[in-house]
């Protein structure tokens, strides 16, 4: 399954450079909701179990789900029910075990039927799909790290894989807000970070949104706001989806304001 190579890859740039922070480094505040690089490692590595767990094993991956569930309910915030269910893993070792743990999940999707049914907090989704989607969040919490020394990305074409989630997650962006979809999905037309064009979607002229494929996916996976782009939105189901876009699970998030992130914070 080549999208488990893909997120094996995703996981191996953000090793490097966490191999060259110093230890301090990881209780630093990013831009993201202020939390720290330990506070994305245990996020990531949570829920690449929880995604090593549902390939096994339903019943264990609803146990662990039910687990966090239950912390919630009793008035832990995520970041608080991450520490415990990782019994308070931080700094090098959970850098570690999130390293180790990131090469078993990409084994062993490799190796598993790509249409293979599996559980998840929400609708069940094909194996493709769900290391498909711990690339995303790899990518995404990724970002805040590299946002906060000042880095930019390099950026390869299994980006697409980002891209395409994030168009087929349109119409879950307005029902995961209780809106009513609009009629027609935009036409899609970007240009891939090794200068090829993709596009989805039939052709619009008055409802289209172009520009460049990691553009649109920072503004699907919220790490940035779509102002803070050189993406061109036009119509109005375009701009709709844009101010609101969400392609990861959970309850609605509102996106970053204008200019809230990827001002680099430079450091020494």
Request: aromatic share 8%; hydrophobic share 45%; net charge negative.
């Given at each position: 399954m080549q999208q488990a190579k893909d997120f094996?890859?995703?996981?191996?740039?953000?090793?490097?450079?966490?191999?060259?922070?110093?230890?301090?480094d990881y209780e630093v505040e990013t831009q993201f909701k202020r939390w720290t690089i330990s506070d994305i490692l245990r996020?990531?590595?949570?829920?690449?179990?929880?995604?090593?767990?549902?390939l096994?094993?339903?019943?264990?991956?609803?146990?662990?789900?039910?687990?966090?569930?239950?912390?919630?309910a009793e008035g832990a915030s995520?970041?608080?029910?991450?520490?415990?269910?990782?019994?308070?893993?931080s700094g090098r070792e959970l850098f570690e075990k999130w390293r180790e743990?990131?090469?078993?999940?990409?084994?062993?999707?490799?190796?598993?039927?790509?249409?293979k049914r599996v559980?998840?907090?929400?609708?069940?989704?094909?194996?493709?799909?769900s290391i498909t989607a711990r690339q995303m969040e790899t990518w995404a919490h990724g970002q805040a790290i590299y946002d906060?020394?000042?880095?930019?990305?390099?950026?390869?074409?299994?980006?697409?894989?980002?891209?395409?989630?994030?168009?087929?997650?349109?119409?879950?962006?307005?029902v995961n807000r209780g809106l009513a979809i609009p009629e027609t999905a935009p036409h899609i037309k970007l240009i891939s970070p090794s200068g090829n064009q993709w596009e989805w979607n039939e052709f619009q002229e008055q409802n289209i949104i172009s520009g460049l494929a990691?553009?649109?996916?920072?503004?699907?996976?919220?790490?940035?706001?779509?102002?803070?782009?050189?993406?061109?939105?036009?119509?109005k189901s375009s701009c709709a989806w844009m101010a609101i876009a969400q392609c990861f699970a959970g309850d609605a998030e509102d996106p970053p304001k204008k200019g809230g992130r990827g001002v680099f914070k430079r450091r020494a």
């Open positions: 094996l890859e995703e996981s191996e740039d953000l090793e490097e450079l966490l191999l060259a922070i110093k230890d301090q996020h990531l590595h949570l829920f690449n179990q929880a995604a090593e767990l549902t096994k094993d339903g019943t264990m991956f609803q146990k662990m789900f039910l687990e966090l569930k239950s912390l919630r995520l970041l608080e029910a991450q520490r415990r269910m990782l019994d308070d893993l743990g990131c090469r078993v999940l990409a084994k062993n999707y490799y190796e598993s039927d790509p249409k559980l998840w907090a929400g609708p069940n989704m094909s194996a493709r799909s906060l020394f000042g880095l930019e990305r390099v950026e390869s074409d299994r980006i697409k894989n980002i891209v395409h989630l994030g168009v087929k997650t349109f119409g879950w962006t307005f990691v553009d649109f996916a920072q503004v699907v996976t919220q790490v940035r706001n779509v102002a803070d782009t050189k993406l061109l939105v036009e119509g």
